[in-house]
């Protein structure tokens, strides 16, 4: 299988928050993420497990796929029919993604993997005027096109949500302290700006084309 970066294999090891996307097995487990589905493998009966694999179906592998978004490891699941062999296969995978989501990249691949757009609910930064953030690019548009009170619902006195988002989802600490001390809206963008040239040099990445996407989700996804 491929190697992932940092960011992809934290994506594949989150918890799901939205229920509706969690699996619920036919002995009434509810399975969030990968370690509930190993611990379901290594629990469960024969009967639970084959009414989700058999010859012509394999829900596990389809919800790995669909919801958990590890499309490489899915495809190395799907012909899996045993329960012990699936558990196994699934241990391996979760240790090779705990392993590379503490790795610590340097030069391009490092400017690559924070330019790298979201692409999960959790991943995503929903602004006050509705907006659906995935990068970085989209972020500094953000910062320099809302309007001041869209901007203070992310960052007043007490909070500063584009920072943490920065730290927890783009993973750029270092961006993230920068934004930290930034005292109001044109020095974030100025300081988003000047990173994003960085950024953009090391890893040979210009700024996709086109308009920046100002999406809007359901409406039971709130802003932060």
């Known amino acids: 299988m491929k190697s992932v970066s940092p960011k992809t294999a934290r994506r594949y090891l989150r918890t799901i928050g939205d229920e509706s996307r969690h699996f619920r097995a036919h002995n009434g487990t509810v399975l969030r993420n ?4 190993y611990a379901y493998l290594k629990g469960c009966d024969e009967e639970s497990f084959r009414h989700h694999v058999d010859g012509s179906k394999n829900d596990f592998a389809a ?12 495809d190395f699941l799907e012909f899996c029919i045993a329960r012990g062999a699936m558990a196994n296969r699934l241990l391996g995978r979760i240790n090779y993604l705990v392993s590379a989501s ?21 991943e995503l930064f929903i602004t006050a005027d509705g907006r659906v953030i995935r990068d970085l690019w989209e972020m500094v548009d953000f910062v320099k096109t809302s309007k001041e009170e869209a901007y203070a619902h992310h960052v007043n006195e007490l909070k500063n949500d584009i920072a943490g ?10 961006l993230s302290e920068q934004i ?14 000047k990173r994003l040239k960085e950024l953009e040099k090391l890893a040979s990445a210009p700024k996709p084309k086109g308009d920046v996407y100002h999406l809007h989700l359901a409406n039971k996804i709130k802003p932060i």
């Not at 990968?34 to 589905?37: A, G, M, P, V």
């Open 63 to 74: 919800w790995v796929r669909e919801v958990i978004t590890d499309e490489d490891f899915a």
């Open 180 to 193: 930290k001390k930034a005292k109001n809206k044109d020095e974030t963008h100025a300081i988003i700006s």
């Open 102 to 122: 503490t790795q610590r990249l340097v030069g391009p691949k490092k400017a690559e993997m924070i330019l790298e757009p979201g692409r999960t609910h959790e």
């Open 34 to 37: 990968l370690w509930d589905l």
């Open 165 to 174: 988002w920065v730290e927890d989802m783009v993973l750029d600490t270092e």
